[in-house]
């Protein structure tokens, strides 16, 4: 990929991920304060969205695979765009209702998934293996600066606009997006053509017969589920037991994201200097064990410092393995599988954090919210157990996971491309 054409891939990724860490909350604080939403209907919100998307992504998913990823990715912006934009127009006629919020954010988060089966695999066809680990650390940056920045300008804009004015700017981020992605003028080569084996479900067939990818995505489901279960549990916490103020709040979401950079940052050079398995391995345990800390905490500041340092030092640890797992499951998934897999991996995820947070609620009801949160935690470490420690060739490595007739069939030379790199 041409320097220009990674910096406009770049710069479309980076300003959605801005748009989305200004916009992230703004969905159920338009619920709170416009429309009077209860608690239950602001949780409510939420899992509804991820399991609509869920359940829409299934018949639809796997024709991402068998179209060009650049218009799915522009289709996606403006979709989202449309669908947020629809907020403030809303609120503006006096015409805004709960149901618009789920389905704006059920729109949202097909899109979103779709944008990233599309984008990840774009990204692998567009670029050579040798830079794929560096690419990957620098989305993951602007992943990270996005949940830094994004929430305190949020709240700015939040308070200084209102909530569905912020979602006006959180719209108008996807055009960026969609214009970054339109500026890309390397020849995107032809997507693999539909045959019998096509569908969702081989996305699915794929990861489980990979011996790597097995146990990662397991690993995921069982590590990220239990986070996102502590997102409201944590806030519970901060603001009811601890006792703190929401500006406190904020810096324990913000502050360690700061550690997510320092880690994406530092992904490329572990890698260099320990090699990619031992680097996947040891940053995927040491991630694992941080929320244990959280039922510890005692009120006042300490309590908050103990939160702090718990959450910087996982999203450190995030941050090196994110963008090293993303590099090794484009390397072992065959290219006529890429969309397939990542589309099925973000269902999964989207059906699986919606249970969790759901779970939580329950058991946050019936013992506590400490022990919910040591239940979290047992929960993360427990994903350890789950990573893949068994030694793999290489041979292995590249051909275990890809289904017999992908293997037989004749490969192109990707990389003899005029637009790849030498």
């Not at 055009?175 to 693999?192: Q, T, Y």
């Not at 905490?297 to 090196?320: F, P, R």
């Not at 994903?383 to 004749?410: D, F, K, N």
């Amino acid at each position: 990929m041409r320097d220009r054409d990674r910096r406009n891939l770049l710069f479309a990724y980076a300003v959605s991920a801005a748009g989305s860490g200004i916009g992230s909350g703004a969905l159920p604080i338009v619920a709170v304060l416009v429309l009077h939403a209860s608690a239950f209907e602001v949780s409510l919100l939420s899992g509804l969205a991820g399991l609509t998307a869920a359940a829409v992504l299934l018949p639809l998913g796997a024709g991402i695979e068998h179209r060009r990823k650049r218009p799915v990715m522009i289709a996606a912006d403006l979709v989202r765009f449309a669908a947020l934009a629809s907020v403030p127009a809303a609120a503006v006629l006096g015409l805004l209702t709960y149901p618009q919020l789920v389905a704006v954010g059920a729109i949202c988060t097909t899109a979103s998934i779709a944008f990233g089966a599309a984008s990840g695999a774009h990204l692998k066809a567009m670029t050579d293996p040798a830079g794929r680990l560096a690419t990957n650390s620098w989305f993951e940056t602007a992943d990270w600066i996005s949940d830094t920045a994004g929430p305190p300008a949020g709240g700015l804009l939040i308070g200084g606009l209102g909530a569905t004015a912020t979602m006006a700017v959180d719209a108008a981020s996807y055009l960026g997006s969609a214009v970054g992605v339109r500026r890309i003028h390397a020849r995107e080569p032809p997507p693999p053509e539909r045959s019998a084996h096509s569908g969702i479900r081989q996305g699915w067939r794929y990861i489980f017969a990979h011996p790597g990818l097995r146990p990662l995505f397991l690993n995921a489901m069982l590590f990220g589920g239990p986070v996102i279960m502590t997102i409201p549990l944590l806030a519970v916490l901060i603001l009811d037991d601890l006792r703190l103020s929401a500006y406190a709040y904020g810096l324990a979401l913000g502050l360690p994201c700061l550690g997510g950079i320092a880690g994406s940052r530092l992904a490329p050079v572990l890698v260099r200097r320990f090699g990619q398995r031992r680097v996947l391995l040891a940053a995927g345990a040491a991630r694992a064990p941080w929320i244990l800390l959280y039922p510890l905490a005692s009120h006042g500041l300490t309590g908050l410092v103990i939160i702090v340092v718990a959450d910087t030092a996982m999203l450190t640890c995030a941050g090196v393995f994110n963008p090293v797992f993303a590099t090794y499951r484009m390397e072992v998934t065959a290219d006529a599988y890429m969309a397939r897999v990542r589309t099925a991996w973000g269902i999964s995820a989207k059906t699986v954090q919606p249970l969790f947070v759901l779970t939580g609620g329950g058991l946050a009801a019936l013992t506590s919210v400490r022990a919910t949160l040591l239940i979290a935690g047992l929960a993360c470490a427990a994903s350890v157990a789950l990573l893949p420690y068994r030694t793999l060739s290489r041979e292995a490595t590249a051909s275990a996971g890809i289904p017999t007739e992908v293997r037989q069939a004749p490969r192109r030379h990707r990389w003899s491309a005029p637009w790849a790199r030498p």
